[in-house]
């Protein structure tokens, strides 16, 4: 049995003539014919009834076809495969990064692409989890560095985690260099992401295991909006160090630290049943080795799980 009987065959069957078969795959009549019976003396099984109407599926036949064309896909896909690692990666990858590591990592990103895979080209999205993994879902985005959701079409390769500081403007609260008790965060109004997100599932979560109910002031979709509110009256907000990182050393926000912590999870995502491009292999690299030296620059911000 080989690949050319298997296609043959099929596609006999496919048109429902011996005649017709041969004619279309260039091959004389009784050839294609004694294909089709080695095929059907090495099965030891009949796989087609003949008459001079032309060919019809037997019951045995109709149950060889879908693994005939199993084989001959699976077969197209390894020589794909095949070439696919000889090519050298190019073209365009979409990933999907959240607001609170976009600058860093986005930043890092590119520079590594540019010098180590030039032929590719990057298009990089801003936006919370929820929608990113949705993204990825259905095909829009390649790959996405997101925190944690449910989505069990998709992988999810843990990178980096850090803690969650509870973010406010200078002089609106006492000890402003001290960390701060999820008792005491209670007291302030809070801006924070709809309940749907990431970080807002994680706190709910803290503060309800400590019994405790947080305040919301206003709910926003947007990381920038939300820490300008902050910045403009007496309300707080609670986001990880990364995303307000630059207003601290501006002097424009305070983050103080969360006891107990809330640690947040930051997760490389892409479909599980997808084989990636060459290119999107190579950018999925670059994610996790990035995500390593993020680690290794400044680990009182990130620590790396990714080999866990």
């Known amino acids: ?67 005939a064309r199993a084989l001959i896909d699976g077969m197209e896909s390894a020589k794909r495969a095949l070439q696919d690692i000889q090519q050298t990666p190019q073209g365009t990858v979409h990933v999907g990064v959240p607001p609170s590591v976009n600058l860093t990592l986005s930043e890092m990103l590119v520079k590594a692409s540019r010098s180590e895979i030039p032929q590719v080209r990057l298009s990089i999205v801003e936006d919370f989890t929820t929608i990113l993994v949705e993204a990825v879902a259905s095909d829009r985005l390649d790959l996405a560095c997101v925190y944690r959701s449910e989505a069990k079409s998709l992988v999810f390769e843990p990178l980096l985690r850090q803690n969650l500081c509870f973010i406010t403007a200078p002089g609106t609260t006492q000890d402003e260099n001290m960390p701060i008790s999820l008792a005491e965060i209670v007291h302030h109004p809070l801006v924070l992401s709809g309940a749907k997100h990431g970080f807002r599932q994680r706190m709910e979560a803290a503060f309800g295991a400590a019994n405790l109910t947080f305040s919301v002031a206003y709910e926003v979709q947007s990381e920038s909006l939300a820490k300008e509110l902050v910045q403009q009256g007496n309300n707080g907000t609670i986001l990880p160090l990364s995303a307000v990182r630059a207003n601290v050393q501006e002097g424009k926000l305070i983050a103080r630290p969360i006891e107990p912590a809330i640690t947040v999870e930051l997760y490389l995502t892409y479909k599980e049943q997808r084989t990636l491009s060459p290119s999107q292999k190579a950018v999925r690299n670059l994610i996790r080795r990035i995500a390593h030296d993020l680690a290794d620059l400044d680990d009182t911000l990130w620590t790396y799980s990714g080999d866990q």
């Open 1 to 67: 049995m080989d690949l050319r009987q298997l296609r043959y065959f099929v596609r006999a069957v496919e048109l429902k003539s011996i005649t017709r078969a041969a004619d279309e795959l260039n091959i004389s009549q009784p050839a294609l014919g004694l294909h089709i019976r080695k095929l059907e003396d090495e099965l030891n099984a009949e796989l087609l009834v003949r008459h001079s109407r032309g060919i019809e599926l037997s019951e045995a036949g109709a149950i060889f076809l879908e693994h």
